[in-house]
């Protein structure tokens, strides 16, 4: 089972920017596709953003396109999520994820089978 911790939430008000990390417990970590996902409160939970095994290639939902960026270290088993240009739209718990299905930088949320506890993203007006 991997085990994966968050850390980098807080409170920021909107036009600023937060750094998320995750590290992952698995060895195997390189050869897995790592992931963010967020849900804001009422609201189902959106796969924001992907990085594929290598870190060569990513995807990201609309949502967050051109604002947030997710990077990897491998040599470190870590995924961090730069979000800049926050708005309030944006506060929502944010997960960790990783896929043991796939290495690619996938769209599909059901690929990302494990999944961190989350840190709280607050932006406000």
């Known amino acids: 089972q991997v085990q994966l911790v968050e850390s980098g939430g807080g409170l920021v008000q909107a036009g600023g920017s937060l750094r998320l990390s995750c590290v992952a417990s698995e060895e195997t970590f390189d050869a897995y596709s790592m992931g963010w996902f967020r849900q804001a409160p009422g609201k189902e939970t959106e796969l924001i953003a992907t990085?594929?095994?290598?870190?060569?290639?990513?995807y990201y939902a609309d949502s967050v396109k051109g604002r947030f960026t997710i990077s990897r270290d491998n040599a470190k088993n870590t995924v961090d999520l730069q979000m800049n240009g926050l708005k309030p739209e944006d506060t929502a718990v944010y997960h960790c994820a990783a896929s043991s299905i796939t290495g690619v930088a996938s769209s599909y949320s059901s690929h990302y089978n494990h999944r961190g506890q989350g840190t709280q993203v607050t932006v406000s007006s």
């Open positions: 990085i594929s095994w290598d870190g060569d290639h990513t």
